[in-house]
């Protein structure tokens, strides 16, 4: 079973790449724009490199804010992935804890096979909702449980697949039917790093403060991803959600 450890790393390692991409472009502004006249000079007996400049610096025309709107998406995609890891994690513990499916939580059981219901009606599609699905992993899962094997395995993704953008009142649901809290919210509303990033010390502010934000960063991401080509993105937008969300990963790892 990956550790939680393992699950924020790897989130982090993406988080990286994308805060990399997004200082190349800056890097490129800071060196060679502004550097021009000095490299000009220095490549002025080599033509290919002189050429390979010239090339260069047309890109300086480039709006930034496209590059800022997709390593935006790209933000929020590493954070639905964290969700969906940290739920098999909520799940192995929970079948770890109770060696048999019939000594879990009723209400766990019965969201369980809700979920799975929902997955198996697409059963023959081979995928749910246009995302490619194992429907075998899942009817296995399901048989494992109803024998009541020692050996059963609950199918995490069917809790996540159908369930759509990771608004706020959705986690809440979901960490609530998982059995991890009732009020995911307040329980990491005393997150140091939160609250520092938030620039909030009042603990009933908190929780109000990281739904907004979250649903904001949704509603950004989604006014993207479906077309609002007038939406733009700006450099200090994209390290505010990239601030935010590596903040919110820590603290929903921490509760869970």
Same mark, same amino acid.
Not at 13 to 36: G, K, Q
Not at 162 to 179: A, D, I, P, Q, V
């Given at each position: 079973m990956p550790s939680m450890q393992n699950t924020l790393d790897v989130s +982090?390692?993406?988080f990286s790449e994308l805060e990399s991409t997004a200082s190349i472009r800056s890097a490129f502004h800071?060196? @060679?724009?502004?550097?021009? !006249? @000095?490299?000009f000079t220095a490549f002025s007996h080599d033509k290919m490199m002189l050429g390979r400049l010239k090339d260069s610096l047309r890109l300086r025309f480039v709006d930034q804010n /496209?590059?800022?709107?997709?390593?935006?998406? !790209?933000?929020v995609s590493v954070f639905e992935?964290?969700?969906? /890891?940290t739920v098999t994690y909520v799940i192995d513990n929970h079948v770890t804890k109770e060696p048999q499916y019939s000594k879990l939580e009723l209400a766990l059981r019965n969201y369980y096979i809700s979920n799975s219901g929902k997955a198996l009606s697409y059963f023959g599609s081979g995928s749910i909702n246009g995302v490619k699905y194992d429907f075998d992993k899942l009817t296995e899962s399901l048989a494992s449980c109803f024998n009541d094997s020692e050996n059963y395995h609950i199918e995490s993704r069917v809790f996540t697949i159908s369930m759509g953008n990771c608004t706020s009142s959705r986690l809440e649901s979901l960490f609530s039917k998982l059995l991890v809290s009732d009020d995911i919210f307040s329980k990491i509303s005393n997150d140091v790093h939160l609250r520092k990033v938030l620039n909030e010390t009042r603990r009933n502010n908190i929780k109000a403060l990281i739904k907004d934000r979250l649903d904001n960063i949704i509603d950004v991401r989604n006014d993207i991803a479906h077309g609002e080509i007038t939406r733009s @993105?700006?450099?200090? +937008?994209? +390290?505010d959600c990239l601030q935010f969300l590596r903040g919110l990963i820590k603290a929903l790892a921490s509760a869970c």
């Amino acid at each position: 079973m990956p550790s939680m450890q393992n699950t924020l790393d790897v989130s +982090e390692l993406y988080f990286s790449e994308l805060e990399s991409t997004a200082s190349i472009r800056s890097a490129f502004h800071d060196i @060679v724009v502004t550097n021009s !006249q @000095v490299l000009f000079t220095a490549f002025s007996h080599d033509k290919m490199m002189l050429g390979r400049l010239k090339d260069s610096l047309r890109l300086r025309f480039v709006d930034q804010n /496209s590059l800022y709107k997709g390593l935006f998406i !790209q933000a929020v995609s590493v954070f639905e992935s964290f969700i969906r /890891s940290t739920v098999t994690y909520v799940i192995d513990n929970h079948v770890t804890k109770e060696p048999q499916y019939s000594k879990l939580e009723l209400a766990l059981r019965n969201y369980y096979i809700s979920n799975s219901g929902k997955a198996l009606s697409y059963f023959g599609s081979g995928s749910i909702n246009g995302v490619k699905y194992d429907f075998d992993k899942l009817t296995e899962s399901l048989a494992s449980c109803f024998n009541d094997s020692e050996n059963y395995h609950i199918e995490s993704r069917v809790f996540t697949i159908s369930m759509g953008n990771c608004t706020s009142s959705r986690l809440e649901s979901l960490f609530s039917k998982l059995l991890v809290s009732d009020d995911i919210f307040s329980k990491i509303s005393n997150d140091v790093h939160l609250r520092k990033v938030l620039n909030e010390t009042r603990r009933n502010n908190i929780k109000a403060l990281i739904k907004d934000r979250l649903d904001n960063i949704i509603d950004v991401r989604n006014d993207i991803a479906h077309g609002e080509i007038t939406r733009s @993105v700006s450099k200090d +937008e994209f +390290e505010d959600c990239l601030q935010f969300l590596r903040g919110l990963i820590k603290a929903l790892a921490s509760a869970c």
